[in-house]
């Protein structure tokens, strides 16, 4: 299958900080989602970005399909952040194969 | 109204009991999912149903049984649990091929522990 490598695994920022979350796929994907994970367990949707940019908010993301990475922006974070990131890959449409997730802490 | 809804929230069992898991979505979305995340946070597909078909089963042994009745409803049945089947089961639905924004929506999750 598909491997998956999120980086980096864990990232403890300031309030206001900027910071930028990668994601490593080892093949070809027609379909790479990025989730946020809350302290309370929901699972939310934040992109569907195959290729290209695309951004909502704060947050942005880019994905290089030919180089097999995507990227995640969170600027000027915020407490409500926090919680686990992941990315997921899929090549085709009912699979999707997740990394093992960047821990965000932000700070007060 | 929410989206993809899971109950129970939280199930509590015995070793070598039978229990089901209830998602419905009202996304009127095609293709429902079933994923598992384990005690290190790793999430991982179990099943895949598109318009009540059975697409993909994700080496997951027998005594999970899916069932789609119809294409807003995918329910999973356990049986004979085991210690390792505690985790956080989570559903998801998808639009069908061919829609643009292709992401997922998922249910709050049912945490199932085993003592």
């Known amino acids: 299958g598909i491997q998956v490598e999120q980086s980096p695994p864990d990232l403890i920022l300031q309030e206001g900080a900027n910071s930028t979350l990668r994601c490593n796929f080892s093949d070809s994907v027609n379909n790479l989602q990025w989730f946020h994970q809350n302290p309370w367990g929901q699972l939310i949707n934040l992109f569907y970005i195959p290729s290209g940019t695309k951004q909502n908010g704060r947050l942005s993301a880019t994905t290089v399909a030919t180089e097999r990475y995507s990227l995640l922006y969170i600027s000027s974070s915020q407490t409500t952040d926090s919680g686990v990131y992941f990315c997921?890959?899929?090549?085709?449409?009912?699979?999707?194969?997740f990394g093992a997730g960047t821990t965000v802490t932000v700070r007060a | 109204d929410t989206a993809v809804s899971q109950t129970p929230k939280y199930l509590v069992t015995q070793m070598g009991n039978d229990k089901s898991i209830k998602c419905e979505q009202n996304l009127g979305h095609d293709t429902m999912y079933w994923y598992k995340q384990d005690s290190k946070k790793f999430l991982k597909i179990m099943f895949s149903y598109n318009n009540k078909e059975l697409i993909i089963n994700e080496t997951v042994p027998n005594r999970f049984s899916p069932k789609s009745p119809d294409k807003a409803h995918l329910n999973l049945h356990i049986n004979s649990l085991e210690l390792g089947d505690s985790a956080v089961y989570f559903c998801?639905?998808?639009?069908?091929?061919?829609?643009?924004?292709?992401?997922?929506?998922f249910g709050s999750g049912t945490r199932l522990t085993v003592v």
């Open positions: 998801a639905s998808s639009p069908g091929q061919g829609v643009k924004d292709y992401g997922y929506t």
């Open positions: 997921a890959v899929g090549s085709n449409d009912y699979k999707l194969s």
